[in-house]
């Protein structure tokens, strides 16, 4: 075999590891990227699933609380007699109270919401960062392996 047919043959050898590492590192690539995807995917759904429990809860407890409430004060007006005009103001004041109340719950909800967005917005953002490093990462091996197939070796006999 002469030099020439070596050197040929160490060329076609080489372009074959090449090409068989740039298929790896395509498909790694692709795999890292789907699962990314399913994971963004699969938080996101996680996330929407605990906001809309944590939303019932406090629907319940508000409802809980309003039912107390209303038991309470069913009780106290049985245990005092007061004048119509003492109710009446009894009652504007607790009326007062529960609105307020209520307004604290709300604003506490929209807390929660954003709350939960924030946390939906950084769970993607770090994934986002992931994906961007793994696919720089890829980006780096494919430029070395890129380099080393332009670097073609010559057999010395």
Do not use: C, Y
């Amino acid at each position: 075999m002469t030099v020439e047919q070596k050197t040929v043959k160490a060329k076609t050898t080489l372009k074959e590891v090449v090409a068989e590492g740039a298929d790896k590192l395509e498909q790694a690539s692709k795999d890292a990227q789907q699962k990314v995807t399913e994971a963004v995917t699969e938080s996101t759904e996680n996330v929407k699933v605990e906001a809309k429990e944590l939303h019932a809860n406090v629907q319940d407890q508000v409802q809980n609380l309003k039912q107390d409430l209303l038991q309470r004060i069913e009780t106290i007006k049985k245990q005092l007699n007061f004048s119509q005009k003492d109710l009446s103001e009894l009652k504007e004041f607790i009326k007062s109270e529960f609105n307020a109340v209520i307004e604290d719950l709300s604003k506490l909800g929209k807390e929660l919401k954003e709350d939960v967005s924030q946390i939906s917005v950084k769970h993607k953002d770090h994934l986002a960062e992931t994906l961007k490093r793994s696919k720089e990462h890829t980006l780096d091996a494919w430029k070395k392996v890129s380099v080393k197939s332009d670097d073609e070796p010559t057999l010395k006999s």
